[in-house]
């Protein structure tokens, strides 16, 4: 039997006619192996055991059973307060605190992974008189614990697609491991962010498609428990409930570009058919969110892959923060940190919803991967020509001129034996080609002249192109 430490007290007879804020609660329910008790006054407070959240059916929940200490005025009604880290809830005299208040607490402080999670807590007793505001604490219990388990479905800590789609006509079986497509996912804890995706194209009608969790992956068994499915057979729904319970097979009804969404910890899924559009439009905190004429542009549409500069202030303080448009003036379906499971270089995603930077303010290189939710930003630091005028031996550098959103050199003296434009000294990044029509990789230019101008935000062209004189 557990050990129970009663400090010679006495239970208030008035404690059951002061407890109406607590009698329409619904029936708490609570675990039997109650922990050692710890002193409270002259009173006791001895914890429950562990409390499986996911058992508990009512809005309340009992953590601990209560005596309490004893008051020195009969007329005054005690109430009570449960406090972990800093913060207070209320709980009744028969040691029932609301479900939400515990679930919001562990889910705040320690995520929704369903792990056992122990709560350093205290109990206060206060009185009041019932016809004042004036209220006294009587009593401050010692250090105990609550021990709880969040309710949350399992989730792994990634998934795979199979399905015809990537079967091929030369023999490889789209149902196996070795073609098996993993699907993107946050840096996130899978129980604080549980949504997956995963982009992919059919070239035929009717393709059949599964999901198969990590575990079986790993263990190279991947029709071991934990498959992950709809319910019916050939479902072509293009959202819906999963299961992982004698799941079935969802379809593809015609042939596309589709990207698929998970939710495990609802267990549901979108599918959506993806067309990628020529650009897409840069808007952001640069002009106070007025304008969306900077652009990058589309150079991989089976990937869904964009890439281009833009200039990014914080003119107003509001922070260095943007988004994308899909088109100019719809904000419908307008990018933001949501669409991204990684950010790069400077790029962060902002509590808000909006995407940002942490290098301040310049000019960004942007290479952005919607198909797998990937996003880097690479901050100018150095704009730079190098070529044949300078034994193509270092960067003659050029300056940003944010009222022509260009970059800028004079007396550079530039040859036409080749040249090219290069970010932060390195070959990683360059431009070359044509002055109308610059590209990533391009080859050298071979124009002659002092003054060069490069306009590589696509604010005012559909192309990055500079000029020579």
């Known amino acids: 039997m557990i050990k129970k430490i009663l400090l010679g007290m006495t239970l208030l007879m008035s404690m059951v006619s002061c407890t109406e804020d607590y009698t329409d609660w619904a029936n708490p329910q609570s675990n039997p192996d109650k922990e050692e008790a ?20 009512g809005d ?3 953590v601990a059973s209560i005596v309490a200490p004893t008051s020195t005025k009969d007329t005054y009604a005690p109430f009570f307060k449960i406090n972990f880290g800093g913060q207070s809830f209320d709980i009744d005299a028969d040691g029932n605190m609301a479900k939400a208040d515990l679930v919001n607490y562990i889910t705040n402080t320690y995520g929704k992974r369903p792990i056992e999670r122990d709560i350093d807590a205290t109990l206060d007793a206060w009185q009041s ?20 388990i969040p309710e949350a479905p399992f989730i792994d800590n990634g998934y795979y697609l199979v ?19 993993a699907f993107n996912h946050s840096e996130k804890d899978v129980y604080d962010d549980p949504i997956f995706t995963v982009s992919f194209e059919t070239t035929k009608a009717d393709q059949y498609w599964k999901i198969i969790p990590k575990k079986n992956i790993d263990a190279d068994d991947l029709w071991a428990p934990g498959v992950v499915g709809p319910k019916v057979d050939g479902d072509d729904s293009m959202t819906g409930a999963l299961t992982n319970g004698e799941a079935k097979a969802g379809k593809i009804a015609k ?18 058919e993806v067309n990628y559009d020529p650009f897409i439009y840069f808007i952001g905190s640069t002009d106070g969110w007025k304008s969306n004429d900077q652009k990058l542009a589309l150079v991989d549409d089976a990937k869904g892959v964009y890439t281009g500069y833009v200039y990014l202030a914080d003119p107003n303080g509001a922070g260095f923060e943007f988004k994308f448009q899909r088109a100019p003036g719809n904000w419908d379906t307008a ?18 919803g909006n995407l940002g930077v ?9 290479d952005v991967n919607l198909s797998e939710g990937t996003i880097t930003a690479t901050k100018i630091e150095t704009m730079g020509m190098i070529g044949g005028f300078n034994n193509w031996d270092g960067d003659a550098v050029m300056t940003w001129n944010a009222e022509e959103y260009c970059f800028e050199a ?6 036409a034996d080749g040249w090219k434009f290069r970010v932060n000294g390195g070959w990683d990044i360059n431009l070359g080609g044509s002055l109308n029509n610059l590209t990533a990789g391009g080859d050298n230019l071979t124009v002659a002249g002092n003054t060069v101008k490069l306009y590589p935000t696509r604010k005012t062209k559909d192309n990055i192109y500079c000029t020579v004189e």
């Open 163 to 181: 399905g015809d789609m990537f079967t091929t006509e030369d023999g490889v079986n789209g149902w196996t491991k070795d073609v098996a497509k």
């Open 358 to 366: 942490n290098a301040g303010e310049g000019v960004y290189y942007m």
């Open 410 to 415: 004079t007396n550079v003296g530039v040859t």
């Open 60 to 62: 309340k929940v009992k």
């Open 335 to 352: 990018i933001g940190a949501g669409t991204f499971v990684s950010f790069a270089g400077a790029a962060i995603g902002v509590d808000n």
């Open 255 to 272: 042939a596309g570009k589709y990207k698929l969404t998970i939710n495990m910890m609802d267990y549901s899924y979108t599918i959506e």
């Open 129 to 148: 008189n019932g016809s004042t505001a004036a209220k006294v604490k009587m009593a401050t219990s010692e250090n105990f614990q609550v021990k709880a």
């Open 38 to 57: 710890v002193s409270f006054g002259d009173g006791s407070v001895t914890p429950e055991g562990v409390i499986n959240l996911k058992d508990v059916t």
